[in-house]
């Protein structure tokens, strides 16, 4: 069955059943796909028909033997269809080689593309929720899965398929009996291969965890190997690690020897069939019912199909196992998107850029509500501080705005708009949001900062850098504005991110801008000098500043104060200093320009 999510509007359509998964890609390369499948039936049907071409031969050598003729005459025929099949061989493999080519690395860009463009609409909630690395990897190993699992169909099963088929017709067009004891055979044989395979998948599960275990304990360790310094804790971190491998082991063996078993089975099976059809073809060729050709050819499908069949147990594990890792992905990626845009979602205007919370009331938790009925209506262009104990609600009151969360109730408006009613891209092209904490991505810095606008020309990206007073810095980087940043911009300090963030936000040029404690982290050198960049920002716009140091908000046009998701004042520096309430208190407390983290002493 299934089910119906809520998805993007613009996202593609996928199924969580791992099959249909994979088929709403198979389907895409269909005609080469489907080529592919022909060749290999060919090369299939090729191959095993040579025992019939070999048969063919003998019996016509036989024949001249008997009458005198000229050999290469009476086996003339047997002769062509016997170089044929072999040239068939390599042609068909050769053509179903050159599909796969065409089709592998296609498919794999595909579902890759596919499920990036599916995450990226996933909510921010979503992200926070996962590990980054483990998506990015999870998604290469989806794409992988679903290519290895049908060459397993494609190379392996059908192929099987096609050569019993085959095999069975021109047994039983040379004795009955013998047709109906492979197929006899072919079915236990089948059907005891997947039951082994079925058994051997969770120990081969239970493997693959312990050794990702192993995998994470190891890069655990060797990331805090400056701990097991500090600590003398060497002998300590070897011995921990011990206890993992060993584990490891104990499931490889586990695994390896169940493995073991099944090759027993898998020998056993193969000897049987082996020496029975040669014993029994052999009898019924004294009996005169058999030619030579006919019983050597016996021989040869009997040894041909063994072949093809030996690891049919390990083809079903290996398949398994791709499609475990399919299902995997899926339920991990194909979720429904938490936030979607309406069908009739229009684009927000910002004219003046007023924002109005209407009664909200949200909570990220049922039963924990941050806002209870809040309602705040800030002016076109006001310039207003947040302040209030950490976890008074500050960022989340920023969140609403982007609309990263959405309320349970009431609504959020911007110039008269509810933001509900608007596209999100919309929404957050109108919005400069810099965090705390901004990432980067590990790109030169001038793609950084253009990212804000992407058709910026260097020159507007070094005139936004003056601005955000990030120039100087970046000019001292070794490749200056070419410098890459590292992996979410580690390379820079916190301010140096931070200027990077603004610059960004200059070339962005919302008419709405959001500064969640951007100027927390810096000296007040650096804080001075952002301050200068920021000032330029700000001119002309509706601007929302979470600020730790209340120096940074004191001149601000109005200041909310927040306490346990309630705004318990509202005004001007002067007028909140002079109701001597908790803004005054917080004034008071703060050392050195910084809120401490609550009024508990
Ligand atoms: N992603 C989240 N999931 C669950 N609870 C959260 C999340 N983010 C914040 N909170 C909680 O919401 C409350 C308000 O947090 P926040 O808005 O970040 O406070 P502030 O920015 O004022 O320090 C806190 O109790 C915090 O623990
Ligand atoms: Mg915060």
Same mark, same amino acid.
């Given at each position: 069955?299934?089910?119906t999510?809520?998805?993007?509007?613009?996202a593609?359509?996928?199924?969580?059943?791992?099959?249909?998964?994979?088929?709403?890609?198979?389907?895409?390369?269909?005609?080469?796909?489907?080529?592919?499948?022909?060749?290999e039936?060919?090369?299939?049907?090729?191959?095993?028909? !040579?025992?019939?071409?070999?048969?063919?031969?003998?019996d016509?050598?036989?024949?001249?033997?008997?009458?005198g003729? /000229?050999?290469?005459?009476?086996?003339q025929?047997?002769?062509?269809?016997?170089?044929?099949?072999n040239?068939? %061989?390599?042609?068909? #493999?050769?053509?179903?080689?050159?599909? !796969?080519?065409?089709?592998?690395?296609?498919?794999?860009?595909?579902i890759?593309?596919?499920?990036?463009?599916?995450?990226?609409h996933?909510?921010?909630?979503?992200? %926070?929720?996962?590990?980054?690395?483990?998506?990015?990897?999870?998604?290469?190993?989806?794409?992988?899965?679903?290519?290895?699992?049908?060459?397993?169909?494609?190379? /392996?099963?059908?192929?099987?398929?096609?050569?019993? @088929?085959?095999?069975?017709?021109?047994?039983?067009?040379?004795?009955?009996?013998?047709?109906?004891?492979?197929?006899?055979?072919?079915?236990?044989?089948?059907?005891? #291969?997947?039951?082994?395979?079925?058994?051997?998948?969770?120990?081969?599960?239970?493997?693959?965890?312990?050794?990702?275990?192993?995998?994470g304990?190891?890069v655990?360790?060797v990331?805090?190997?400056?701990?097991?310094?500090?600590?003398?804790?060497?002998?300590?971190?070897?011995?921990?690690?011990? /206890?993992? !491998?060993?584990?490891?082991?104990?499931?490889?063996?586990r695994?390896?020897?169940?493995?073991?078993?099944?090759?027993?089975?898998?020998?056993?099976?193969?000897?049987?069939?082996?020496?029975?059809?040669?014993?029994?073809?052999?009898? %019924?060729?004294?009996?005169?019912?058999?030619?030579?050709g006919?019983?050597?050819?016996?021989?040869?499908? @009997?040894?041909?199909?063994?072949?093809?069949?030996?690891?049919?147990?390990?083809?079903?594990?290996?398949?398994f196992?791709?499609?475990?890792n399919?299902?995997?992905?899926?339920?991990?990626?194909?979720?429904?998107?938490?936030?979607?845009?309406?069908?009739?979602?229009?684009?927000?205007?910002? #004219?003046?850029?007023?924002?109005?919370?209407?009664?909200?009331?949200?909570?990220?938790?049922?039963?924990?509500?941050?806002?209870?009925h809040?309602?705040?209506?800030?002016?076109?262009?006001?310039?207003?501080?947040?302040?209030?104990?950490?976890?008074?609600?500050?960022?989340?009151?920023?969140?609403?705005?982007?609309?990263?969360?959405?309320?349970?109730?009431?609504?959020?408006?911007?110039?008269?708009?509810?933001?509900?009613?608007?596209?999100?891209?919309?929404?957050?092209?109108? %919005?400069?949001?810099?965090?705390?904490?901004?990432?980067?991505?590990?790109?030169?810095?001038?793609?950084?900062?253009?990212y804000?606008?992407?058709?910026?020309?260097?020159?507007?990206?070094?005139?936004?850098?003056?601005?955000?007073?990030?120039?100087?810095?970046?000019?001292?980087?070794?490749?200056?504005?070419?410098?890459?940043?590292?992996?979410?911009?580690?390379?820079? #300090?916190?301010?140096?991110r931070?200027?990077?963030?603004?610059?960004?936000?200059?070339?962005?040029?919302?008419?709405?801008?959001?500064?969640?404690?951007?100027?927390?982290?810096l000296?007040?050198?650096?804080e001075?000098?952002?301050?200068?960049?920021?000032?330029?920002?700000?001119?002309?716009?509706?601007?929302?500043?979470?600020?730790?140091?209340?120096?940074?908000?004191?001149?601000m046009?109005?200041?909310?104060?927040?306490?346990?998701?309630?705004?318990?004042?509202?005004?001007?520096?002067?007028? !909140?200093?002079?109701?001597?309430?908790?803004?005054?208190?917080?004034?008071?407390?703060?050392?050195?320009?910084?809120?401490p983290?609550?009024?508990?002493?």
């Amino acid at each position: 069955m299934e089910t119906t999510l809520t998805i993007a509007k613009d996202a593609p359509r996928l199924s969580r059943s791992p099959l249909r998964f994979a088929l709403y890609f198979y389907l895409k390369s269909r005609w080469t796909l489907a080529a592919m499948f022909v060749f290999e039936a060919a090369q299939a049907a090729c191959t095993i028909l !040579l025992p019939y071409a070999i048969k063919e031969i003998i019996d016509a050598v036989t024949l001249a033997n008997r009458t005198g003729a /000229d050999i290469f005459v009476t086996a003339q025929d047997a002769l062509i269809l016997f170089a044929l099949l072999n040239l068939g %061989i390599v042609l068909f #493999s050769r053509a179903s080689g050159a599909m !796969l080519v065409l089709t592998g690395p296609k498919l794999r860009r595909e579902i890759r593309r596919t499920l990036f463009s599916y995450i990226q609409h996933h909510s921010h909630n979503y992200f %926070i929720s996962h590990f980054a690395g483990s998506l990015a990897a999870r998604i290469a190993e989806v794409a992988m899965s679903s290519m290895l699992a049908l060459w397993t169909v494609a190379f /392996d099963f059908y192929p099987l398929i096609i050569k019993s @088929a085959v095999a069975l017709i021109l047994l039983s067009a040379a004795s009955g009996e013998l047709a109906l004891a492979l197929s006899l055979w072919l079915g236990v044989y089948i059907y005891v #291969s997947y039951l082994l395979a079925r058994r051997c998948r969770v120990y081969a599960q239970d493997f693959a965890e312990a050794r990702s275990l192993v995998t994470g304990k190891v890069v655990d360790s060797v990331t805090n190997l400056m701990n097991a310094k500090m600590f003398a804790r060497r002998q300590f971190e070897e011995e921990y690690l011990t /206890d993992y !491998l060993d584990h490891e082991v104990d499931q490889a063996l586990r695994t390896y020897w169940y493995m073991e078993k099944l090759r027993w089975f898998q020998y056993g099976a193969a000897m049987v069939l082996m020496v029975s059809m040669v014993g029994y073809a052999l009898r %019924i060729w004294a009996g005169g019912g058999l030619t030579v050709g006919e019983f050597t050819m016996v021989a040869g499908l @009997a040894i041909m199909l063994i072949e093809a069949a030996r690891g049919l147990s390990r083809t079903f594990l290996d398949f398994f196992e791709h499609v475990g890792n399919i299902g995997d992905g899926v339920s991990v990626f194909v979720q429904p998107h938490e936030i979607v845009d309406r069908p009739d979602a229009a684009e927000l205007e910002v #004219s003046h850029g007023g924002i109005e919370f209407a009664d909200v009331v949200f909570a990220y938790r049922e039963g924990l509500p941050v806002f209870e009925h809040l309602s705040v209506a800030i002016e076109p262009r006001q310039h207003v501080g947040l302040v209030g104990f950490s976890g008074s609600g500050k960022s989340t009151f920023a969140n609403l705005i982007l609309r990263l969360f959405e309320c349970n109730s009431g609504s959020i408006a911007i110039d008269g708009q509810d933001i509900l009613d608007v596209t999100q891209d919309s929404l957050r092209r109108n %919005i400069s949001m810099i965090p705390q904490d901004p990432q980067l991505f590990h790109r030169s810095l001038m793609e950084n900062i253009r990212y804000g606008r992407l058709d910026a020309s260097d020159d507007e990206v070094v005139d936004a850098a003056r601005k955000a007073h990030a120039h100087d810095f970046i000019l001292q980087t070794e490749q200056g504005y070419e410098s890459l940043v590292g992996e979410r911009g580690v390379k820079l #300090s916190g301010g140096q991110r931070q200027r990077i963030a603004i610059a960004r936000a200059i070339l962005k040029d919302a008419p709405i801008l959001i500064l969640d404690e951007a100027t927390s982290s810096l000296d007040s050198v650096t804080e001075k000098e952002i301050q200068q960049g920021l000032v330029h920002l700000m001119q002309g716009r509706t601007v929302v500043v979470v600020a730790h140091r209340l120096s940074t908000i004191a001149h601000m046009d109005r200041i909310l104060v927040f306490d346990q998701g309630r705004i318990v004042e509202d005004g001007s520096h002067e007028a !909140l200093l002079g109701r001597d309430g908790h803004y005054a208190r917080l004034w008071n407390m703060q050392a050195g320009g910084f809120l401490p983290e609550t009024d508990q002493p």
